[in-house]
């Protein structure tokens, strides 16, 4: 079933952190978050995630915040005090109803510092009175901006309605960020509802918490220097979006070694089939290609329908890829009935669950490309170099030094590059380095 979706992704681009790095830097809040907004949208065009119908900014919807805070006071669930306004949670008996937590077990300054003016100690900012140096807007209340919370609520609302089928974001976000969301939304439209709430796991390094403080972060940016962003994205899907997910460079390795494998083997079959391709002969296909296919979508199907679940999809993927190989490249694949409808067939399908899963290539021969180059990089080595070991290892052979010819694949296999042999001569692709290779093994 198709669906005409509105997807809205908001930007915060100015509170108190924003505020003090555009001071230390001596630069404007807005231009600064301006730039850093202009680069997470690069980031995701990278990994090939959609743009959203609309990109919403808190410094271009402050009347409409300012609105929704006059509307949450004149309901009596909220109060001013010094031009700052504050949500009361006492006026919001469902609070905690999203994360199960009770007010009693909100401790006063847990995340923020006690402001002793509050009625109650878990009461947040609606708005915040405008400080020196720091950036306002006018307001019935005084020169001041918008707290953190009210900025979501404001913007979903404006794009989306009170009412609307998912919100997202980190598991962190649930308290108080969603929480308060929720009492401040229905406190302006009592109908106000969410029918899902989708929270992703967090990003672990190494199996320790991925954080600044702990000297483990890394961007984006950082990592598509060494690895295909397509592979880093095949890495992403590779843990269900609510479970934390480990970084690791070993299993970047693993998930571009696999990228690469899927890649070749499509390439290699569209290369075979040609442009003449069969239309709609699926039913007459050989029995276990036809089951294989089924399968395929089935598995698809379910497991997308299950959450999302898409480790699941990927591993779903081997069996069709398998036979891909074995129609190109063994003997009695070759000589199959219906061998290239049969390969036109899977590629259709592998290629309806990549499209759908974001992974989907503009063409196959240059994303290869990429990935080897992305290798070379991380192995610190030029084309250049690799040839000139495949050619020494060439005249080791003919001079029949096998010895030197395995130390130079070993060699080569250590730094992720593989070689492989064929009527042809020898070529190279990608792999495992051959540390992490023994490391799976052994574990």
Same mark, same amino acid.
């Given at each position: 079933? #198709?669906? %005409? ?7 915060? #681009?100015? +509170? +108190? ?6 001071? %230390? ?10 730039? =850093? ?8 065009? =990278? ?36 031009? #700052? ?8 008996? $469902? =609070? ?21 003016? /509050? ?6 900012? *609606?708005?915040?009175? $405008? ?22 609520? $404001?913007?979903?609302? $404006? =794009?989306?309605?009170?009412?609307? !089928? ?5 598991? !962190? ?40 403080? *702990? /000297? ?5 940016? @950082? ?8 592979? *880093? ?16 460079? &070993? @299993?970047?390795?693993?998930?571009? #070694? ?17 442009? @003449? ?5 699926? !039913? ?21 329908? !299950? ?83 495949? %050619? ?17 694949? @070993? %060699?080569? &296999? &250590?730094?992720?590059?593989? *070689? ?24």
């Amino acid at each position: 079933m #198709d669906y %005409e979706v509105r997807y809205v992704r908001n930007f915060t #681009d100015i +509170d +108190d952190k924003i505020i003090t790095r555009a001071n %230390e830097r001596g630069e404007d809040p807005i231009s600064l978050s301006s730039r =850093y907004c202009d680069e997470f949208q690069s980031d995701m065009a =990278y990994l090939q995630c959609l743009p959203p119908s609309v990109e919403p900014r808190v410094s271009e919807h402050i009347n409409q915040i300012i609105d929704m805070i006059k509307k949450i006071l004149d309901k009596g669930c909220a109060y001013v005090i010094d031009r #700052d306004v504050y949500f009361s949670v006492d006026k919001f008996p $469902a =609070y905690g109803r999203l994360s199960g937590r009770n007010l009693e077990d909100n401790r006063a300054g847990e995340r923020v510092a006690v402001d002793k003016r /509050k009625r109650n100690p878990a009461d947040f900012a *609606l708005w915040k009175s $405008a400080k020196d140096g720091e950036p306002y807007w006018e307001s019935p209340w005084g020169p001041g901006r918008p707290g953190w919370h009210i900025e979501c609520s $404001a913007m979903s609302a $404006a =794009y989306l309605g009170h009412s609307f !089928d998912i919100h997202g974001g980190g598991e !962190d976000l649930v308290f108080p960020h969603h929480e308060n969301e929720i009492a401040q939304s229905c406190a302006a439209c009592s109908s106000s509802s969410i029918s899902f709430w989708m929270h992703n796991g967090f990003v672990n390094v190494d199996n320790e918490k991925m954080s600044k403080s *702990l /000297k483990n972060f890394f961007t984006i940016r @950082q990592v598509i220097e060494l690895y295909h962003p397509l592979a *880093l994205r095949f890495f992403l899907l590779g843990t269900h979006y609510r479970s934390p997910i480990n970084y690791t460079k &070993a @299993q970047l390795d693993i998930a571009s #070694d696999r990228l690469f494998y899927i890649y070749q083997s499509l390439h290699d079959c569209e290369e075979n089939v040609g442009e @003449q391709h069969p239309i709609n002969l699926d !039913d007459s296909l050989p029995a276990d290609i036809l089951n294989c296919i089924q399968n395929l979508c089935r598995d698809f199907e379910n497991s997308m329908s !299950d959450d999302l679940h898409t480790p699941v999809v990927l591993a779903a993927l081997s069996e069709p890829l398998k036979f891909i190989n074995d129609l190109l490249h063994t003997r009695k694949g070759k000589k199959q009935k219906l061998r290239s409808e049969s390969l036109f067939a899977l590629e259709r399908q592998i290629r309806t669950v990549l499209s759908t899963l974001g992974l989907m290539p503009s063409s196959y021969s240059e994303v290869l490309r990429q990935l080897r180059e992305k290798a070379l990089t991380r192995a610190h080595l030029t084309e250049s170099h690799v040839l000139q070991k495949i %050619e020494e290892r060439n005249l080791a052979r003919q001079s029949k030094q096998y010895e030197r010819s395995d130390e130079i694949r @070993q %060699e080569l &296999a &250590a730094f992720g590059i593989a *070689l492989m042999d064929g009527p042809d001569g020898t070529s190279w692709r990608p792999t495992v380095p051959l540390d992490i290779q023994e490391g799976v093994v052994s574990t």
